[in-house]
Each structure stands twice: as C-alpha cells, then as structure tokens.
C-alpha cells in the first residue's frame, strides 16, 4: 500500500501490485550497470527465483538485456525508447509553473525560468511580484550566461569545455562593476555554485538588481534549464538571499526530479 494526494493536499492510500514495484526496483536498480542475477537478488532482497522471473520476463519485453558471455543483465533499449517518448511530449514550462508560483508566494518576488540557447540564457516563462517596485523583464528575452545568476547556475554544470566554448563565442563582456570578466574568476564563481548549488548576481549585468538561481538538471545529469527568483537590492539583502536560497534548491530539486535526473538517458527538453 502507498500514499498519494489528492487535488485538495489530502492524503490517501493507493493499492499498488508487488510485482510491478519489484520490476521498477530493478529497472532503477540496473541503471548502475550490468549485474549478476546473484548480486540482484541480494541487494534488492529477493529471492533468486523470483528475480530471474522478473528478469526473464522484462528481457522477453526487451527492457533488460542479458550479456552472453558474462550471463549479466543490464538495461534493454525499450528503456531509452520510453525515455525518447517521454522527452517528446515533456513541456518545461508546464512542469515548473507551479514551483514558480510557489516561489513567488513565499517571497514576494519576480521569479524567472530560463533555458539556454547558443550559449545565452533565454527566459521562457516568468512570474511577476507583487510589489509595486519590481524587476522589470520579458518572456524571449535574451542575456550573457557569465553575469546573470541563470545563467551561471546552468555554465557551472556544463562540461568544462562547452563553457570554454561559450567564453570564446560570447565573451566577458563588462555590464557594472561587480561583472566577472576573467576565465579565472569565472572558474573559481563555478566551482562555488556546484559546491553550493546555487548562483548568485550580486548587481552583476544591472546596478540596484540582484538574484538568487539554481540549475534545473535533467538526464544525464545536464543542465536543461534554470529558475531564479531576482528583486531590487534594497529588498534583496543577503539574509533574505540566504533565505530564497534554501526553497530554491529544494524547488529545484523536485523539477529535476520530474525531469529525471540521475538517469543515465540523454536527450532534448521541450519548451
């Protein structure tokens, strides 16, 4: 038996088959690489035949391949045509819009999300504050990666020589005073973010305007996207930062989550 919730929040019991949650553990089980039939049924606790029938039933179905020479199974490729079919109908912007309205109403401030494209940051859905005084932004609008809190938050997960490239193409081009605009300083900025899991533009591409963002990661481990929650610096101080901070990588996380991080499939997010 697992709980779920209903439109109203209110918990509820679902009947679930043991069956199909034993298949689902080893599918997720099996996305760290090939594994013995004994070493299976081991870590997930069954009992060996009730493995090899899980197994024997998803290899007929083509969602586990078993290696001839060594006998271990690992992932069929019916797996990477579910992730494909998923990703073709996967709209960002419908899975994050509630997060961003939640963000909102917890602090009262614009919140952005962004994706990036040919090496610039593009917001591509947005929520307005409250606040009379507010970020002043379009959806389509385009901007540098290295100065804005989006944009770092999604350099800082690239590989190293994508963002190489993108220094190249693009450049570091100075907006204020407190812009990055060294390769080095932009190492050291990243390395941060990754440690920390969140980008901050401290007044970096507009005087008077701060922000607060995170990466929004999807298969593979790349980075599909960001959302960021910016405001006026008289508002945006660095308690309430911290604050935005700590939801902002949770909000992050259970995007990421819908979007499937942690698997081991690549492909396109639709916006």
């Given at each position: ?61 083509n969602y586990v391949h078993q290696e001839i ?151 593979g481990q790349y980075p599909v996207g960001a ?45």
């Amino acid at each position: 038996m697992a709980r779920t919730r209903n439109k109203s929040g209110t918990a509820r019991e679902i009947n679930t088959i043991q069956s199909v949650e034993r298949a689902i553990k080893i599918l997720e089980y099996l996305c760290r690489g090939p594994v013995s039939l004994s070493e299976l049924s081991r870590e997930l606790g069954l009992h060996k035949s009730t493995a090899f029938g899980l197994l024997q039933t998803l290899v007929k179905h083509n969602y586990v391949h078993q290696e001839i020479k060594t006998g271990r199974y690992r992932l069929g490729y019916r797996v990477l045509a579910l992730g494909g079919a998923f990703l073709e109908h996967c709209d960002l912007r419908e899975i994050a819009s509630p997060y961003l309205q939640q963000l909102v109403d917890e602090h009262g401030e614009t919140v952005h999300l962004v994706i990036m494209d040919d090496g610039q940051v593009v917001y591509v859905d947005k929520i307005d504050s409250p606040q009379s005084i507010r970020m002043v932004s379009r959806i389509g609008r385009r901007l540098p990666a290295h100065c804005t809190g989006v944009g770092k938050a999604i350099l800082a997960y690239l590989p190293e020589e994508k963002v190489r490239a993108i220094v190249r193409k693009r450049g570091l081009s100075r907006f204020t005073a407190n812009t990055i605009t060294t390769w080095e300083e932009l190492n050291v900025e990243l390395a941060r973010i990754r440690e920390e899991g969140v980008s901050y533009d401290r007044e970096e591409i507009e005087e008077g305007l701060r922000c607060v963002a995170a990466p929004l990661i999807g298969y593979g481990q790349y980075p599909v996207g960001a959302i960021s929650v910016s405001g006026p610096a008289s508002r945006m101080t660095e308690e309430k930062m911290s604050r935005i901070a700590g939801s902002l990588k949770k909000v992050a996380g259970e995007i990421s989550q819908q979007l499937g991080a942690g698997m081991e499939l690549n492909g396109n997010i639709h916006i």
